[in-house]
């Protein structure tokens, strides 16, 4: 009996832990009945069945799923015994994290969701890192696809989405580079200087005179520091503007650049191969922003409107941010915020030890794909809660095309993935054209 209190009871393993409590109860009940009289034996019978049980437990340790119907869900694959495992749309507005080492089939599986999302006419970004995703450009099945080299991209970061007051929007912009630029202490200064750009306005700002980062580099250099702290802050911010002004071209070089409303019911690829990695979260952290900001004005809902995916996760979740002892990352709070508005997140990455502790937290399906890396392993089985016999069947049997699936609804199972990737090779143009269409949209040309 001593394994039972060597056992882990963790949520995953109660059925275990029931199990063994049972068996106890029939033992001790057993020592009090008489060898061969007609109850013993009928306990000795269930004690049987149970250890039955408990070994079948060991072998294979998964309770039953909840099956899910398939209206209104995406399906991940199957199950060992062949039952489909479905995942309600819902349950995404509540985010989604996936680690796996690469070529574990991360990729492969954002592709399947969103063929599916496509299908029930869900619209999705997609933040394309490597990349990776243009080949939806080829795929028939997808009829509205914009593909997006950062290159064709126009963004003013420091414009306010639509809605939202300029005043109010550079103190969320203040947070936002602090926290993408990893120069937090330095959020004060360029709110300060933000705000004198406006109340040279006096408080009645115009949105034809919105700054840009360029205007907002030459401000920070103008400004006189209060004290020798403000300075370091100063040159700090500086040069980073400096860095990522001279590294974009065009990319920043606008008034208001593609409005959000005219992206958010399509489904975009943005590609960021190739840019400076401080202008690439930079731009993704202001879109995913301005996304939460253009929904907030709309009522709250439980329902999925909209899914971002984000492919490499730690460029937007770095557990660097979660250091910062004054307060919660901002881009936690929209974590939490963002799926009341029907706004699903569904992030991917190798190394689950480098993502913040909140993100982890934060999703309600986490999935583990073949992971070799111990630490990365473990990272994950813990935020899933799996327990010791889970894990060793983890580590025996997960491989390519395999993944430990778990979602608060549905349950805790092993899936098999079908490979819906196309090959790696196929050449697909992006039409040159792309960002062509948000011209009129450039700083010289724009009337608003
Ligand atoms: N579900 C699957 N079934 C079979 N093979 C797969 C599956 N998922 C991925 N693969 C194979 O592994 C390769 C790498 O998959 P990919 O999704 O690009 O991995 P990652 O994005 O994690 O690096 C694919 O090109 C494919 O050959
Ligand atoms: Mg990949």
């Known amino acids: 009996m001593s394994d039972y209190f060597n056992l882990r009871s963790l949520k995953q393993g109660r059925l275990l832990e029931q199990n063994l409590r049972d068996q106890i109860q029939l033992h001790d009940r057993l020592q009090e009945l008489e060898d061969g009289s007609v109850e013993a034996e009928k306990l000795q019978e269930q004690l049987t069945k149970l250890q039955r049980q408990k070994l079948e437990y060991l072998q294979h340790p998964f309770q039953p799923i909840n099956i899910q119907g398939a209206d209104n869900s995406i399906e991940l694959g199957q199950t060992e015994n062949g039952e489909p495992y479905r995942i309600p ?166 008034r208001r650049g593609i409005p959000i409303r005219e992206l958010v019911n399509r489904n975009v690829v943005f590609q960021f191969d190739g840019l400076l990695d401080d202008a690439q979260r930079l731009v993704m952290e202001t879109l995913l922003y301005k996304l939460h900001l253009y929904r907030h004005q709309q009522p709250v809902t439980s329902q999925l409107r909209h899914v971002t995916i984000i492919d490499e996760a730690y460029d937007m979740f770095p557990e660097e941010k979660e250091d910062n002892k004054k307060g919660q990352p901002r881009i936690n709070v929209i974590l939490k915020r963002t799926r009341k508005r029907g706004n699903g997140i569904l992030a991917a990455d190798q190394e689950a030890t480098k993502l913040m502790e909140s993100l982890k937290a934060n999703t309600a399906t986490k999935i583990l794909l073949p992971s070799t890396d111990e630490q990365q392993f473990e990272s994950m089985s813990r935020s899933i809660g799996l327990d010791t016999e889970q894990k060793e069947w983890c580590r025996n049997q997960l491989e390519t095309g395999t993944a430990l699936v778990y979602n608060r609804a549905t349950g805790l199972a092993p899936v098999d993935i079908p490979l819906v990737k196309p090959s790696e090779g196929e050449e697909v143009n992006i039409p040159a054209e792309m960002g062509g269409e948000w011209s009129e949209l450039k700083k010289s040309v724009v009337s608003d």
């Not at 985010?95 to 399947?112: I, M, P, R």
């Not at 401000?219 to 590294?247: K, M, W």
């Open 89 to 254: 749309l819902d349950q995404l507005t509540k985010h989604s994290l996936t680690v796996g080492e690469t070529g574990a089939g991360k990729t492969n599986l954002n592709y399947l969701i969103l063929q599916q999302l496509n299908q029930q006419g869900i619209p999705f970004w997609v933040f394309d890192v490597d990349p990776e995703y243009h080949s939806l450009l080829a795929d028939d099945r997808f009829e509205d696809v914009l593909v997006i080299p950062w290159r064709h991209l126009k963004i003013n970061p420091l414009y306010p989405p639509e809605g939202i007051r300029p005043s109010r929007w550079i103190q969320e912009f203040a947070d936002l580079f602090g926290e993408s630029q990893a120069l937090i202490s330095s959020r004060n200064l360029v709110y300060r200087v933000l705000s004198d750009c406006y109340s040279a306005q006096r408080m009645n700002p115009d949105p034809q005179k919105v700054p840009d980062l360029e205007i907002l580099e030459q401000q920070i250099r103008e400004y006189s520091p209060r004290d020798h702290v403000e300075r370091g802050y100063r040159s700090r911010v500086r040069d980073r503007l400096e860095t990522i002004n001279e590294a974009t071209g065009p990319l920043f070089d606008c």
